[in-house]
T-cell receptor
Framework: QQQVKQSPQSLIVQKGGIPIINCAYENTAFDYFPWYQQFPGKGPALLIAIRPDVSEKKEGRFTISFNKSAKQFSLHIMDSQPGDSATYFCAASRGGTSYGKLTFGQGTILTVHP | GAVVSQHPSWVICKSGTSVKIECRSLDFQATTMFWYRQFPKQSLMLMATSNEGSKATYEQGVEKDKFLINHASLTLSTLTVTSAHPEDSSFYIC??????????FGDGTRLSIL
């Protein structure tokens, strides 16, 4: 019930493409869904996050789509660039504004070719 | 803002020695700190959660006598890997948050035990 399942494991797109990474969860108590970007040898950095009261959130080139009934959420990266090549993790937590401990997905290695 | 500094970034030591890793919040008060472990090409696994001035709460399967966590101030937590062995080699990442705020991650410590 605590798992967050992420797919695909890896993804290759051309510059300008729109990679989409999907996550699914079981625990309906989760109420905070962030996405993190991690470069090799670095810690994860928060990209964008959503709460279940909205179905979509955009910040710059990053968009989260959220489907509460399906218990799924996804990350879309518009106009992808080679600098976006990194590992992306979805996560989930519960506890409202207490921001409880995070459960991470398995990660997606994104490669954007020039 | 919300910078978390981890030190050292890389440490190599002999089997049987103890290693201390520091995690500092530089510009905010970290009421809660988290310690994660990440193996190559894998996700982050939460090891323990610590609140300032309290004993850490360890996740199932994490040996509390082997991974000593101290969170003595609102800006500093330490993780000591005692009697380290090659199987303890990993990437250790801390995160910190203030009350009502999301977690911010450090850049990790690569631990190699020879």
């Amino acid at each position: 019930q605590q798992q967050v399942k992420q797919s695909p494991q890896s993804l290759i797109v051309q510059k300008g493409g729109i990679p989409i990474i999907n996550c699914a969860y079981e625990n309906t108590a989760f109420d905070y869904f962030p996405w993190y970007q991690q470069f090799p040898g670095k810690g994860p950095a928060l990209l964008i996050a959503i709460r279940p009261d909205v179905s979509e959130k955009k910040e710059g080139r990053f968009t989260i789509s959220f489907n509460k009934s399906a218990k799924q959420f996804s990350l879309h990266i518009m106009d992808s660039q080679p600098g976006d090549s990194a590992t992306y993790f979805c996560a989930a937590s519960r506890g409202g504004t207490s921001y409880g401990k995070l459960t991470f997905g398995q990660g997606t290695i994104l490669t954007v070719h020039p | 803002g919300a910078v978390v500094s981890q030190h050292p970034s890389w440490v190599i030591c002999k089997s049987g020695t103890s290693v201390k890793i520091e995690c500092r919040s530089l510009d905010f008060q970290a009421t809660t700190m988290f310690w994660y472990r990440q193996f190559p090409k894998q996700s982050l696994m939460l090891m323990a959660t610590s609140n300032e001035g309290s004993k850490a709460t360890y996740e199932q399967g994490v040996e509390k006598d082997k991974f000593l966590i101290n969170h003595a101030s609102l800006t500093l937590s330490t993780l000591t890997v005692t009697s380290a062995h090659p199987e303890d080699s990993s990437f250790y990442i801390c995160s910190a948050r203030d009350a009502g705020q999301p977690q911010h991650f450090g850049d990790g410590t690569r631990l190699s035990i020879l």
